[in-house]
Nanobody
Framework: QVQLVESGGGLVQAGGSLKLSCAAS????????MGWYRQAPGKQRELVAT???????NYADSVKGRFTCSRDNAKNTMYLQMNSLKPDDSAIYYC?????????????WGQGTQVTVSA
């Protein structure tokens, strides 16, 4: 069983900051890559930031310069530091991990954490 558990969402005023965490647990041999996505009401899920298999980080243009994605490999945990938040950043934020489970390489999603930015 593999679990991705996100935390750190909440309500913040525009211009404020939040830090999200995503911890992977369970049986897997390695993390191929991890990333953050978000989905606002009535909109499609979109990429926020993702580690490539080479270890670089790709950011959506809308968050470049404001959000920073990082990982603690020893803890199998990924973070998203969000600064200068805007109301348009309000969404459910999801963590996605591509994991090597020895049987296969599979995608896993967390349950999501709500981020609400008030004007």
């Amino acid at each position: 069983q593999v679990q991705l558990v996100e935390s750190g969402g909440g309500l913040v005023q525009a211009g404020g900051s939040l830090k999200l965490s995503c911890a992977a647990s369970g049986t897997f041999s390695s993390i191929v890559t991890m990333g953050w996505y978000r989905q606002a009401p009535g909109k499609q899920r979109e990429l926020v930031a993702t580690f490539t298999s080479g270890g670089t980080i790709n950011y959506a243009d809308s968050v470049k310069g404001r959000f920073t994605c990082s990982r603690d490999n020893a803890k199998n945990t990924m973070y998203l530091q969000m600064n200068s938040l805007k109301p348009d950043d309000s969404a459910i934020y999801y963590c996605k991990a591509v994991l090597n489970t020895r049987v296969a390489i599979l995608d896993y999603w967390g349950q999501g954490t709500q981020v609400t930015v008030s004007a």
